[in-house]
């Protein structure tokens, strides 16, 4: 699978961004999408993420109620639109999939993908 992400820049705190990835390759195994971000000397931090089975979504506390995660409707592209932005959301966020791999034997096995990063820096 490979991910390729757009969006982000230089922001003021209080309007809205929005992120986009788009997956190619095996996108049939991709099990979930989701975005990460990581800080300079941080670890990389699951910001929001959705499960392709059901849809269902979670996000990290500090980004309840102000981002949203979606997905084009029978693509394998995935948005973070992000409303509201504050400067603590300054960092390099990441698209993430973690994809099922079936094997011959009925079993499976997990693999992952990350794209190349974008920085959003949020201006008070």
């Known amino acids: 699978v490979q991910l390729v992400e757009s969006g982000g820049g230089l922001t003021q705190a209080g309007s809205a961004v929005r992120l986009s990835c788009a997956a190619s390759g095996s996108t049939s195994t991709i099990n979930t999408m989701g975005w990460y971000r990581q800080t300079p000397g941080g670890e990389r931090e699951l910001v929001a993420e959705?499960?392709?089975?059901?849809?269902?979504?979670k996000y990290e506390d500090s980004v309840k109620g102000r981002f949203t995660i979606s997905r084009d409707s029978g693509k394998y592209t995935m948005y973070l639109q992000m409303n509201n932005p504050k400067p603590d959301d300054t960092a390099v966020y990441y698209c993430h999939t973690k994809n099922r791999i079936w094997t011959s034997s009925g079993s499976y096995y997990y693999t992952e993908n990350w794209g190349q990063g974008t920085q959003v820096t949020v201006s008070s």
């Open positions: 959705m499960d392709l089975n059901d849809g269902s979504t």
